[in-house]
């Protein structure tokens, strides 16, 4: 028997569907429909009344409306964001965009100190882990967060590379179909770092013989990338659903104590995931480790005195004050981005490398994963098909033609159901890029930088506003928490 087997290994590549764009007809949401319905309504009334002086007469209003249906406005329609607008200005009158630490009012024990909708999440120390846990009492969560360290993945093999990314693939999949896992959620944070530590070094222990070829060229190395150099941190935080998992709890005590013992279950099967994937964890956190990673996200530029953040209670930020486009918290300026579109085409797994590593910039990258149930999924799916069908045959009715977009969307949803028939899980994803500088100036700078970064990785990004504080406490925080 001849051998056809190929000799090297093929690079392992991912296609991610698109944002679908459907709506209520012809691919407009329902708001537009509206505002397209209501200039008809205005306009074509006056025209046949009063012909073309009742049209100009009436062409505030109805302009209006298709000014608002089709005029962009921070990347989507304006009808679009103006609730958003709406909701933002209603929290800026009523001082909800404001925060600041009241130290004559103490907060009630066991509650995490943090603004806004965050500040109803608790806290509880697991007796026999001394993990710290943060319960979401109104999205019946309870999550845990782990620090995990890994090699440089792009420095390893093909062979390796495709090895630990089918490892951690299974690890995924065997989260979502545990049934119990609300949201997986991946920090990649990364700090500018000047090579102090690097330099410092070689000062003290180098040998430093110039004649050396090996020696001039470390020197070199350091003087060009060294200043250049960051600092990176994995954060993973896992969150139960406490409604999937009320038969064991109930089992296990009800309560905090049920859930824990749950959630720790969860957290045995995780550490087991990530030996196969060859990611070494190197501990949960308990309440000293979440409360200073608390503390130095809302203060970047504090100093060693961050370390004493003991309490949850008392780790959030002093003071914030949100913008539109922006956030305002003790010592930073900090904004965040949304992926809305990953790459269109086959990507490699290390496909956000430029994104990850780009130098200069304080910044944290979150990748929520979300499981969905198989009778979920297949129930969306049916109803993206029946809303393609729709939508195809309101287009050939009016005569209007097809595009590409939708056969791409078309062909995401079999894919999709195809993978659900071959016992895949199916997750949704989201992506958000919180971004830190010292300045407005600056973090404008920053975010251009993540913008041209992003496209390079083939990513779309969108500026959040109108939410930007809950958004960051999204992103930057490991609490594993969702912007609506």
């Known amino acids: 028997m001849t051998d056809t087997a190929p000799t090297m290994t093929a690079a392992a590549t991912v296609r991610f569907g698109r944002l679908p764009r459907r709506g209520l007809l012809l691919g407009f949401s329902a708001p537009r429909v509206v505002c397209i319905a209501g200039a008809a309504a205005t306009a074509i009334p006056m025209l046949f009344m009063l012909g073309p002086s009742g049209a100009a007469v009436s062409a505030p209003l109805w302009i209006t409306f298709l000014s608002l249906a089709f005029a962009p406005w921070h990347g989507r329609p304006a009808i679009e964001t103006v609730p ?90 065997s989260l979502a179909n545990s049934g119990s896992i609300a949201r997986i959620q991946v920090l990649e944070v990364s700090l500018p770092d000047s090579g102090a530590g690097i330099t410092g070094w070689w000062q003290q222990a180098g040998r430093k013989n110039s004649a050396q070829w090996a020696v001039r060229e470390y020197e070199e190395l350091m003087r060009t990338c060294a200043p250049a150099a960051s600092t990176h941190r994995t954060l993973i935080a896992l969150s139960l659903d406490l409604k999937a998992a009320s038969g064991y709890i109930r089992r296990h005590g009800r309560g905090t104590r049920g859930a824990a013992a749950a959630l720790r279950q969860e957290m045995i099967a995780f550490e087991a995931g990530l030996r196969s994937a060859e990611v070494h964890l190197a501990c949960w956190l308990d309440e000293s480790e979440l409360a200073t990673t608390i503390r130095t996200t809302y203060d970047p530029g504090a100093g060693p005195w961050t370390a004493t953040a003991r309490s949850l209670g008392t780790a959030g930020p002093v003071a914030i004050d949100e913008r539109w486009d922006h956030l305002r918290h003790d010592s930073g300026y900090s904004a965040v981005l ?10 490699p797994p290390s496909f956000l490398h430029a994104l990850v590593f780009r130098p200069g910039v304080r910044k944290t990258l979150s990748i929520t994963a979300s499981p969905v149930p198989t009778a979920a999924a297949m129930r969306d799916i049916r109803r993206s098909k029946v809303e393609y069908a729709t939508d195809a045959s309101q287009k050939a009715r009016l005569g209007a033609l097809a595009d590409l977009s939708d056969a791409a969307e078309w062909s995401d949803v079999l894919d999709r159901e195809r993978a659900l028939l071959n016992g895949h899980a199916d997750m949704r994803f989201s992506g958000l890029i919180a971004v830190t500088a010292a300045s407005v100036d600056e973090l404008d700078a920053a975010l251009a930088e993540m913008e041209r970064a992003a496209v390079q990785c083939g990513c779309e990004t969108r500026r959040m506003v109108g939410q930007q504080a809950r958004a960051y406490a999204a992103a930057a925080l490991p609490l594993a928490r969702r912007v609506n």
């Open 338 to 347: 949304w992926i809305n579109e990953w790459p269109r085409v086959d990507a």
């Open 84 to 173: 958003t607008a709406g909701h933002f200005a209603w929290r800026r009158l009523h001082g909800q965009t404001r925060h600041r630490v009241r130290p004559d009012h103490p907060r009630p024990s066991g509650t995490m100190a943090l603004p806004g909708d965050a500040a109803a999440l608790r806290f509880h120390i697991d007796g026999e882990t001394g993990t710290a846990m943060v319960h979401d009492a109104h999205a019946g969560t309870l999550t845990a967060v782990a620090l995990v360290r890994h090699p440089a993945y792009v420095l390893l093999s093909p062979d390796e590379q495709a090895r630990r990314v089918h490892g951690w693939g299974r690890t995924l999949a």
